[in-house]
């Protein structure tokens, strides 16, 4: 994922419909538009797993303001993954 604003209009560098290295069971992209469940990002980011959260050192906690964040802006977009 790229998060520099001057490479954010391509959704593919956000992540989005953009496939993981390392499948997790029901997790199809990244990010996957509209579908939390679905999306990889919101996974690691709202587990305390060591294996799986992100990042993977330095963190126990979830941050809860920082997961719903992610949760609305996966929610809001709208593109179809092929």
Do not use: K
Not at 20 to 32: A, C, K, M, R, T
């Amino acid at each position: 994922m790229r998060f520099a604003f001057n490479e954010s209009w391509d959704e593919a560098n956000l992540g989005v419909c953009v496939e993981p290295q390392e499948l997790f069971d029901g997790l199809n992209y990244i990010v996957s538009p509209n579908n939390i469940n679905r999306s990889m990002l919101y996974f690691r980011v709202s587990t305390t797993l060591a294996q799986r959260r992100m990042p993977l050192l330095g963190r126990t906690l979830v941050h809860e303001e920082a997961v719903a964040l992610i949760e609305d802006w996966i929610n809001s977009l709208t593109t179809t993954c092929d």
